[in-house]
């Protein structure tokens, strides 16, 4: 099995179908883009594809470093993103009413799912990954910038809520703290968990990564 050609052709897949994704929504002149945390995942997997593309065969540490490194940060956004669409969206918002929201035109077949089984399981089984453990603040600190972003636009009114646990003014404060832990705790599960499945079946790194 040739996993560096495997890996390859995952990511340009992943490139095209995520770059699909972007530009029906944005076609779709939905003013929000940036605020869902599945649109800004996607798009840092559309772009961490294309280095991994562009710099496979660098020999510069630190830009394979910085390859890597964005290649997790995707894989952990794909996955949370996955996950609460498929565990706590459909279940719970009715699923064959939100499987047609979520899943029933391009962007959302693409975001929701295609990519992220495409891209996660290229990043898990076919590339070299991130080693050391710091590498797990990467996705744990820009989940939480991401909340407390989307928190404090949405508290004083400057922007809608892109999801309903992001409502400030329609729950309470203890509500709102349970959720930002479950999820902070959520995403600090799936870091440590992609970056064993990647340690045990991806490539093998030799210490020159982040």
């Known amino acids: ?3 560096p050609k495997i890996a390859l052709t995952l990511n340009i897949i992943a490139f095209v179908l995520g770059s699909i994704g972007i530009i029906v929504r944005i076609a779709r002149n939905i003013p929000d883009f940036w605020l869902y945390y599945t649109q800004l995942s996607n ?11 562009a710099f496979r065969s660098t020999r510069n540490r630190k830009l394979r470093a910085c390859v890597r ?9 794909l996955t949370m993103t996955f996950i609460v669409v498929m565990c706590i969206f459909i279940p719970f918002g ?19 799912l295609a990519c992220p089984l ?9 590339e070299e990954g991130v080693r050391e453990r710091r590498a797990l603040w990467l996705p744990f600190g820009a989940t939480a910038v991401y909340a407390f ?3 404090t636009l949405n508290y004083f009114y400057l922007a809608p809520a892109p999801y309903p646990f992001f409502e400030t003014h329609d729950h309470p404060v ?11 705790a959520l995403v600090a599960g799936i870091a440590a968990v992609i970056k064993l499945a990647n340690n045990k079946f991806g490539g093998n790194a030799k210490g020159d990564l982040l």
Request: glycine fraction near 10%; include cysteine.
């Open 1 to 3: 099995m040739n996993k």
């Open 43 to 53: 798009v840092v997997a559309v772009i961490s594809s294309a280095m991994y593309i």
């Open 69 to 77: 490194g964005m290649r997790y940060l995707s894989a952990c956004g």
């Open 94 to 112: 009715g699923a064959s009413e939100m499987i047609s929201r979520l899943l029933g035109h391009v962007n959302g077949f693409m975001h929701h």
């Open 118 to 126: 495409i891209s996660v399981t290229s990043y898990i089984v076919f």
């Open 149 to 151: 972003t989307v928190y």
């Open 174 to 184: 203890w509500e709102l703290a349970l959720w930002f832990f479950g999820l902070m």
